[in-house]
């Protein structure tokens, strides 16, 4: 795990010295635009559907995406009875509520995953992310960020889910799959080619937000609840669900540290379209990606 830590250390720093140094001269907004945008309707999809169309698909993946489903709603009830507690402004609540509940599930939890365990824990990351979190950022965090921001948007969020690429690929994959069509080997050398720009990539994108987090330093105090949720809370909960429905063995352990993981950089982007307190999301972000490298080993080591 430690290798696979100071690898994504590695990308992430090499975002943030190109955040700090501009070397062409470009927004740093435009730069992580345009690297989200060609993953998101280009590579991820690629990626999406070269693991799923071959991996195992069983009575584990429903495990899979209960466990997760519990977890992620459990961390977004804790979240809102702290925001309610401290009687937060309504952009700062939408924030939180974000950055508590949903983890960066692909971009940190594949490279992590496989270096740790092996190529077959990457369905695990996949399957937690595209049949459980992306789907509820989707549709629940839609609502939330509609709710608490300060430029709501009209239109329903079931419009949103099914015009997303990388579940059009989940779709696809899945079908693929269980008709037991295999890809010609050209089409899987071209997805694998396609699949493997994605972690360096968004891993980067995500290095480039991390010194406006850096910036809200101030913020600690608002967003510590987060990252004792996002890192412990969430994780706890998953294991304990995984465990008591028959997830077992390196599978479950695999689960428990993908629950593990810091707060999504999607956030961000959500943040900014619906009007939530940016600042906050980017602190939070920060700080559970930074702390990330100390409790993950932890994890490891206790599950």
């Known amino acids: ?40 309707y280009v590579f991820l999809p690629a990626l999406v559907l070269k693991i799923l169309w071959q991996a195992p698909l069983d009575i ?22 702290a925001c309610r507690l401290c009687r937060a402004r ?15 599930a692909t971009y940190l939890g594949l490279p992590l995953l496989e270096s740790t365990f092996g190529p077959w824990a990457r369905s695990i990351a996949v399957q937690f992310d595209m049949f ?25 969020p079931l419009y949103s889910l099914f015009s997303v690429v990388p579940l059009w690929a989940v779709a696809l994959a899945v079908t ?45 105090p608002t967003v510590l609840p987060v990252a004792l949720i996002q890192l412990f809370f969430m994780p706890l909960i998953v294991w304990l669900v995984a465990a008591n429905i028959g997830v077992s063995g390196e599978t479950l352990r ?11 950089a999607l956030g961000i982007v959500l943040s900014d379209r619906f009007g939530l307190n940016t600042g906050i999301y980017a602190a939070a972000l920060t700080l559970t990606t930074a702390l ?12």
């Open 254 to 264: 695999a689960l428990v540290i993908e629950a593990a993981l810091p707060s999504m």
């Open 176 to 220: 693929l799959n269980l008709l037991q069509i295999k890809p010609a080997p050209w089409v899987d050398g071209a997805l694998d080619m396609m699949g493997s720009v994605v972690i360096p990539l968004m891993l980067f994108a995500a290095g480039l937000a991390l010194p406006r987090g850096i910036r809200e330093w101030h913020n600690l």
């Open 1 to 40: 795990m430690t290798d696979a830590l100071l690898q994504i250390l590695a990308l992430l720093g090499l975002g943030v010295i190109w955040s700090l140094l501009r070397p062409a001269g470009l927004e740093i907004s435009a730069v992580r635009a345009a690297l989200t945008s060609a993953v998101y």
């Open 132 to 156: 459980a979190c992306f789907p509820l950022v989707l549709t629940v965090g839609v609502v939330i960020a509609n709710r608490y921001g300060s430029k709501p948007h009209r239109g329903n």
């Open 60 to 81: 584990t993946s429903i495990k899979i995406s209960i466990s997760a489903v519990m977890g992620i709603l459990a961390s977004l009830l804790l979240a809102a009875f």
């Open 90 to 104: 309504r952009d700062v609540t939408g924030a939180i509520l974000l950055a508590a509940a949903f983890p960066n």
């Open 292 to 303: 990330s490298f100390f409790t993950l080993p932890l994890w490891y080591y206790w599950v």
